[in-house]
């Protein structure tokens, strides 16, 4: 039997390696992220609430990402309902936040922009589960729509304050870009990490999660199929943290790990691996 990761699986947060700690910050405060500590080189954020959703970190001589290789696509916030992301795009829209596009994708409805030094961050929301198009075999259908710009907005409420992103936001999912959809690939993330295949975007990208969700990792070739990783001290994406349920659900991970001669580094509470690109996967337990 093969493992499965545990269903009730949750993202933490995403860390990212930035250029300007403070102009990032700033930035992220304007989009109505609430910061909850700062120093000289790192900055943490929660949103909606005082758990880290985003970790920005400057280190001496990073250089910027390259273009044409792997790494983030976007980290997705998503807000609990239509009438949030309603209360999120249009406050954001009249303080003159620029948006790189949007998308209808059956099970969500999604916005797009990106940060001062190019990294992609999707604001979305899920329709109701059982609105989603979910085949025999467990796969769901998706598709990039247009999104209905107007009918969103006409669910923003200008009395309704505006305090940064609302209760219940969370980080829901990662998109990367990789080199190839290979052997190794789904090695990694299927028979040791125990993920579940959830659909073949135009066989180029694969979205993948845990507990039936629509996908918490997406994993596209759209920098060019054998795209380069970057250097090391590029700026981007570090790091991202993975909530399990309870630390036999850890154990249980940790086993399949071993049995699958995939690297890790135990940290006793937490797991770090190595995802396809070299960033930090940190495991680690539901508080």
Request: no cysteine; net charge negative; glycine share 8%.
């Amino acid at each position: 039997m093969s493992f499965t990761l545990d269903p009730q699986m949750k993202l933490g947060y995403t860390q990212l390696r930035v250029l300007d700690i403070q102009k990032q910050t700033a930035f992220y405060q304007s989009l109505g992220f609430q910061l909850i500590e700062q120093t000289t080189d790192h900055a943490i954020f929660g949103a909606g609430s005082n758990e880290p959703v985003l970790i920005l970190v400057q280190e001496n001589n990073t250089i910027p990402r390259p273009p044409r290789t792997t790494g983030l696509f976007h980290f997705a916030i998503l807000v609990k309902s239509k009438e949030d992301l309603g209360h999120v795009i249009g406050n954001l829209a009249n303080r003159g936040i620029r948006f790189t596009g949007a998308g209808d994708h059956l099970y969500s409805e999604a916005f797009y922009l990106d940060d001062p030094e190019g990294n992609g961050i999707e604001i979305y929301h899920d329709r109701p589960h059982d609105e989603w198009t979910i085949h025999e075999d467990g796969t769901i259908e998706t598709d990039t729509l247009p999104v209905d710009v107007q009918a969103i907005l006409d669910l923003y409420d200008p009395s309704r304050p505006w305090t940064g992103f609302p209760d219940g936001t969370i980080l829901g999912h990662i998109h990367l870009n990789v080199s190839k959809l290979d052997d190794s690939l789904k090695h990694l993330y299927f028979d040791a990490l125990g993920f579940d295949f959830k659909t073949n975007f135009h066989e180029s990208a694969y979205f993948i999660s845990a507990g039936g969700y629509h996908h918490h990792i997406a994993l596209n070739t759209w920098m060019g199929v054998g795209a380069p990783l970057p250097p090391l001290a590029s700026s981007g994406l570090m790091a991202y943290s993975l909530h399990l349920s309870s630390l036999e659900k850890l154990e249980d991970l940790r086993q399949n790990l071993i049995k699958e001669n995939v690297l890790f580094t135990d940290e006793g509470e937490k797991l770090v691996v190595k995802d396809v690109n070299g960033h930090d996967m940190i495991f680690g337990v539901t508080k």
